[in-house]
């Protein structure tokens, strides 16, 4: 079973880096390289992301990524930086950045692999998945707590509870 994992919001704390960067660099831009100065962003991925990475073998998973996200449009350069401060690439194959949709991105993967999970915190990439990729096994990761359902997706809290999720299916 391959992974494709989003990473803003679903292995990385956003909100955790927006009080970061107001507390350690105030006044700058957010999205730019310099916001991120100074910060350990590695201690900004979930630790339930932690426990997951420890559970499935690296090889197994990925990470795509984007500019769009639920807080703004940010540069491919930008979102690239981040995700190389935060180290997450020790724990995964492979990390895609894409300067738009993932979509085509997890689609060429999933033509490439047998069995392929994509998971996800946005309900509109989660929805776009489900109705542009046949055969791809959907999660929408919601951490509010609500246990939001979507169709054609299954819902977890936490990306720990993936594995359980999966076997269930």
């Not at 959907?138 to 979507?150: A, N, Q, T």
Request: aromatic residues 8%; charged residues 25%.
């Amino acid at each position: 079973m391959k992974y494709l994992l989003d990473f803003d919001r679903t292995v990385f704390d956003m909100e955790g880096l927006y009080q970061a960067i107001e507390k350690q660099n105030p006044g700058v831009d957010l999205g730019s390289v310099t916001s991120l100065k100074g910060i350990d962003l590695e201690s900004l991925l979930f630790p339930d992301a932690l426990d997951f990475f420890s559970m499935v073998p690296l090889e197994n998973i990925e990470i795509v990524s984007s500019g769009f996200g639920l807080t703004g449009q940010w540069e491919v350069e930008y979102q690239t930086k981040k995700i190389e401060l935060s180290n997450v690439a020790k724990y995964v194959n492979q990390v895609h950045v894409v300067a738009d949709s993932k979509i085509s991105t997890i689609k060429r993967i999933a033509r490439e692999s047998d069995e392929v999970t994509y998971v996800d915190d946005h309900p509109q990439n989660v929805s776009s998945a489900v109705q542009h990729i046949s055969g791809l096994r959907v999660v929408y990761l919601d951490r509010s707590g609500e246990h939001k359902l979507m169709t054609g997706a299954r819902t977890i809290s936490l990306l720990s509870e993936l594995n359980v999720t999966m076997e269930t299916l």
